[in-house]
């Protein structure tokens, strides 16, 4: 199964496109695709380059990212690593 992803141009957040193609921001509403339909997502999200910035294809089991990816894919739909450190250091 896969899900598409990508960058939002507005803002740089990471997107996912959910079972009807729209972007949301969490991992939870993606979409979860069978590897042919993934595809056409994948397209249809490529030919909105004005939302989806650079979209791909990510394996997952639900909705919990798989395969060599998944490191960094879980690492992105939990949001920025930096900057969280940073308020720490302000508060000290």
């Known amino acids: 199964m896969k899900i598409v992803t990508a960058n939002r141009l507005s803002d740089g ?5 959910d079972a009807n193609g729209a ?3 969490s991992l939870s509403l993606a979409g979860v695709f069978e590897p042919e339909a993934a595809e056409v997502v994948l397209a249809e999200a490529a030919r909105n380059p004005a939302v989806f910035v ?4 990510v394996e997952v089991a639900g909705h919990s990212p798989s395969g060599r990816d998944r490191l960094k894919e ?3 739909s939990t949001g920025p690593t930096v900057g969280n450190s940073l308020h720490a250091h302000e508060t000290a």
């Open 13 to 17: 957040r990471v997107i996912y496109a």
């Open 74 to 76: 879980t690492i992105r």
């Open 23 to 25: 972007p949301v921001e």
């Open 54 to 57: 650079n979209p791909y294809l």
